[in-house]
T-cell receptor
């Protein structure tokens, strides 16, 4: 079965540079989430999109922006990178629960993550 | 208040034994889902098991089962017959607002499980 696809898997950038992460959700999933996981930490919610519109916002820095495109893929843009941005970035996708209120269809599936190292 | 609490930062278990990873949650939403994910050292987040707030029976998936005690707001993961490959970080998570379109999804701080040969 198709899973959430993230690219690139690994990325090394210098301070103050810009990085873009891409995410292709599971087909027919209409909700995309972005998470940031620092070393030894639990994933922190950044932002989510439902049907190409921002649905929720977490602890996303102003230097970051994201969008979901007409084909449902999403991109996370990070500018003026700082050393503290080094982390594992996850994209996840799911069906909005309004479509299927119960059952394991509400599961959120994660991609393999994109490792960003800022040097 | 913490939405998801995992009180065991680290656990050891002998290979082939069962182990229980604790998770308690806090919500006033009558409709929610509880999830467990496994994160090996390679980093990917692997979905293990799901329990809905309306489900009458505990969820099971192979060697994984979820001990769901709604009144206590606990959703412990039980891994039977532990294998060396089970060594990983395990996250409990909750999704609120199951009947709405814009859901919030919360993670616990994780439990690092080490399986000893």
């Amino acid at each position: 079965a198709a899973g959430v696809i993230q690219s690139p898997r690994h990325l090394i950038k210098e301070k103050r540079e810009t990085a873009t992460l891409k995410c292709y959700p599971i087909p027919r999933h209409d909700t995309v989430y972005w998470y940031q996981q620092g070393p030894g930490q639990d994933p922190q919610f950044l932002i989510s999109f439902y049907e190409k519109m921002q649905s929720d916002k977490g602890s996303i820095p102003d230097r970051f922006s994201a969008q979901q495109f007409s084909d449902y893929h999403s991109e996370l843009n990070m500018s003026s990178l700082e050393l503290g941005d080094s982390a594992l970035y996850f994209c996840a996708s799911s069906l909005a629960s309004g479509t299927e209120a119960r059952g394991a269809g509400n599961t959120i599936y994660f991609g393999e993550g994109s490792w960003l190292t800022v040097v | 208040a913490q939405k998801i609490t995992q009180t065991q930062p680290g656990m050891f278990v002998q290979e082939k034994e069962a182990v229980t990873l604790d998770c308690t949650y806090d919500t006033s939403d009558p409709s929610y889902g509880l999830f467990w994910y496994k994160q090996p050292s390679s980093g990917e987040m692997i979905f293990l098991i799901y329990q809905g707030s309306y489900d009458q029976q505990n969820a099971t998936e192979g060697r994984y089962s979820l001990n769901f005690q709604k009144a206590r707001k606990s959703a412990n993961l039980v891994i039977s017959a532990s294998q060396l490959g089970d060594s990983a970080m395990y996250f409990c998570a909750m999704r609120e607002g199951m009947l709405g379109n814009f859901n919030k999804f919360y993670f616990g701080s994780g439990t690092k499980l080490n399986v000893k040969p």
